[in-house]
């Protein structure tokens, strides 16, 4: 009899759940719309470890079905996030990048009133090349002379191989395969590299001061001319293009690096080489932290999605599941105060971001 009663009970904490998502679909014009299955877009890098997540979830949670895990990178993850509360929005973002102050007012602005912040961990932007590559080490500054349509704003980018960029690096043709615009880790290459580079130029600092917009542009856009290859956002795409390009560069997270090192090499940056350590400690210079943003109106409404947040938090700890997948466990500090955060739902203010 007590099978039943727990039986019962579940069906109808299930239910009521279902009412009270349908009730969020009925302020965004979903009216009737439930859903029984949790939803996350977002970020390429983030992907495979919510896809862990997934796996482990369901393991531990009986009779609960797979979490549906999307593959759009972190700024169209963000767009469908921010689009509204309901059945037809998805529950959670994954960013390989803090949220920006513009879509968290887009959000506010479409009745996404509440968002839960949660750092999962912590990735390194990763520049590789085949076993069989030149070698290559570089810096922020070559990499932006490289890679920039208009370096330090004095004219469209002519270089065409790294040994035009810097004397000290072979005559190979620069070729670098990355992230296109709407991925997290092409912020972070321009955050996190580029604009490092660029402001190496005094003018540029400067310019950065008088106009945010020009110094944006100048300091972040990508050349067009087929040095730099938009290569979606299948990551594993990348590693299969350097096995045949033993010449060409290849960023992602460092995730990938470290699963495909059989066929992969690090390029070092700033003599720093992208390793779990490095990146842990932020010692490598394109450590990121990596985040998943959460509708607290959707935790009641959603059956699951409490303990698939719980489920990520059981798991991020250096040695759990996730970093045997390739991430990199955030510090301690940060992983007690997320650990916090997923407990209380702690919403998120915005006044600190950019």
């Excluded at 999307?70 to 390989?96: R, Y």
């Excluded at 076993?131 to 065409?160: D, S």
């Excluded at 916090?340 to 971001?353: N, P, R």
Aim: with cysteine; proline share 5%.
């Amino acid at each position: 009899m007590e099978v039943s009663v727990t039986k019962f009970a579940l069906l109808a904490a299930t239910t009521a759940s279902i009412f009270s998502l349908a009730a969020c679909g009925d302020q965004t014009g979903g009216a009737g719309a439930t859903r029984d299955q949790i939803r996350a877009v977002g970020s390429s890098t983030v992907y495979p470890f919510a896809t862990a997540v997934a796996e482990l979830f369901v393991q531990g949670n009986a009779g609960m079905k797979s979490p549906i895990i999307e593959s759009t990178g972190t700024g169209g993850g963000m767009k469908l996030f921010c689009a509204g509360v309901g059945a037809q929005h998805p529950d959670i973002a994954d960013a390989s990048r803090r949220m920006k102050k513009a879509e968290f007012e887009q959000c506010q602005a479409n009745g996404v009133k509440d968002i839960v912040e949660i750092q999962i961990g912590v990735d390194g932007l990763a520049f590789a090349e085949a076993k069989n590559g030149p070698g290559l080490k570089l810096t922020p500054k070559i990499v932006y002379e490289a890679l920039a349509a208009n370096p330090y704003g004095k004219g469209p980018n002519k270089a065409q191989t790294w040994k035009d960029v810097d004397p000290s690096l072979p005559a190979i043709a620069i070729s670098v395969f990355g992230p296109p615009s709407t991925s997290g880790t092409r912020d972070s290459l321009a955050e996190l590299i580029l604009e490092k580079g660029c402001q190496s130029d005094e003018a540029m600092k400067a310019l950065k001061e008088k106009n945010e917009d020009e110094y944006k542009a100048t300091c972040t856009r990508v050349r067009e001319d087929g040095k730099y290859v938009d290569s979606g956002e299948n990551d594993n795409l990348i590693v299969q293009k350097l096995g045949a390009n033993p010449n060409a560069v290849g960023v992602f997270g460092y995730s990938f690096l470290e699963e495909n090192k059989d066929s992969l090499k690090d390029v070092p940056i700033n003599g720093v080489e992208a390793t779990y350590e490095t990146v842990s400690t932020g010692q490598y210079p394109g450590a990121r932290p990596l985040y998943i943003y959460v509708k607290k109106a959707h935790m009641t409404a959603i059956p699951g999605l409490q303990g698939f947040l719980n489920s990520f938090a059981a798991n991020w700890n250096p040695g759990g599941a996730l970093t045997k997948r390739g991430m990199v466990a955030a510090p301690e500090d940060v992983r007690k105060k997320s650990a916090e955060t997923v407990k209380s739902l702690t919403v998120l203010d915005g006044s600190q971001l950019k």
